[in-house]
């Protein structure tokens, strides 16, 4: 028993929020609270906001720190603080990132966790599922192609934003969250990354993350940074002659689903601020991850 717990991996729980929604956090946390298996420390960033002293109003276990951003840098840019935050403690093995406005109905997700990545040392990502208060799953939170289970678990290409645990040795391997996308696509930029590195992702969907139902269309910049990240991910990861395919699949699907005029014109807009602006780095991956990626049920055109 003692050389089992010496090998468990040490989670941190990091959560980003943007100070508007300070009921959900509390809840949250209190979930996070109630967990078997307490983390050893809570990373909570204020993005661009001021934050209450959880510590003081909160009976919550570990360490927890707080960290107050002066601007909004978007959820991959807080989470990439969060990690940095976390790496100058250097006494963390796995991170579990959650939503703000998420909760953890069972006692034993973070128990569960530390075990998958125990399992298994090559795992550097373990997707959740995501469903509401009536235990319904949106098809768009499913990491497979069509009308999948939900309750079907293994090996994905991709995971869900809203919850999941990352090993910190992977990030460290591949790097953090593409900043520069403020929001849309960055969860695919680092799943294929990670992929690309030999890295696997499990979608286990006994780890349950209760989420209200919404839709991605709600925030008003949607559709354009929507368009202008599907670009940014195709130059910066798909081999040269994938680009052209994956952007047609996707405008095609964009044309066909959308029936608002003005969210084309601000998608279209998007896709050619796009082209035209700088992609950040270019590290397509290679011949053989298009393969696995293929082989797992989703190529990366699609």
Same mark, same amino acid.
């Given at each position: 028993?003692?050389? =089992? %717990?010496? *090998? ?14 300070? !009921? ?7 979930? &996070? ?11 909570? &960033?204020?993005?661009?906001? =001021? ?8 009976? /919550? ?7 107050? /951003? ?16 976390? #790496?100058?403690?250097?006494? +963390? ?22 075990? /998958?990545? %125990? ?11 995501? %469903? ?7 098809? #768009?939170?499913?990491?497979? $192609? ?20 990352? *090993? ?26 990670? %992929? ?12 349950? /993350? ?17 368009? *202008?990240?599907?670009?940014? $991910? ?14 047609? +699949? ?14 084309? #014109? !601000? ?27 293929? *082989?797992?049920?989703?190529?990366? +055109?699609?």
């Amino acid at each position: 028993m003692e050389e =089992r %717990a010496a *090998r468990a991996p040490r989670v941190a729980v990091a959560v980003v929020t943007m100070g508007n929604r300070p !009921a959900e956090v509390d809840a949250l946390l209190e979930s &996070v609270a109630r967990q078997d298996a307490p983390p050893t420390r809570i990373v909570i &960033v204020g993005n661009g906001c =001021r934050l209450p002293e959880f510590a003081e109003r909160l009976s /919550l276990p570990g360490e927890v720190t707080v960290v107050e /951003l002066e601007e909004n840098l978007g959820c991959p840019g807080g989470r990439n603080v969060g990690l940095a935050r976390l #790496r100058e403690f250097g006494d +963390v093995d796995v991170v579990v990132e959650l939503d703000d406005d998420g909760l953890l109905v069972d006692a034993d997700v973070l128990r569960r966790v530390g075990e /998958l990545f %125990a399992a298994d040392e090559r795992l550097g990502i373990v997707g959740f599922r995501i %469903a509401d208060e009536h235990g319904e799953t949106q098809q #768009r939170h499913v990491p497979r $192609l069509g009308s999948a289970d939900p309750l079907r678990g293994g090996f994905v290409t991709g995971f869900l934003g809203g919850g999941h645990g990352f *090993r910190m040795a992977m990030l460290d391997e591949i790097g953090d969250w593409p900043a520069r996308f403020f929001f849309a696509h960055e969860e695919s930029d680092l799943a294929w990354r990670a %992929a690309d590195a030999g890295w696997r992702i499990r979608y286990a969907p006994e780890l349950l /993350l209760q989420h209200p139902k919404t839709s991605p269309a709600r925030h008003a910049v949607y559709y354009r940074v929507n368009a *202008r990240n599907r670009v940014w $991910l195709a130059r910066r990861r798909l081999p040269l002659p994938l680009i052209p395919v994956h952007l047609g +699949v996707w405008m095609l699907l964009t044309v066909v689903r959308n029936r608002s005029g003005a969210g084309l #014109r !601000a998608w279209f807009g998007g896709f050619a601020e796009g082209l035209r602006e700088p992609a950040g780095e270019r590290r397509p991956m290679r011949w053989r991850t298009v393969w696995r990626l293929t *082989r797992l049920g989703r190529p990366p +055109v699609i």
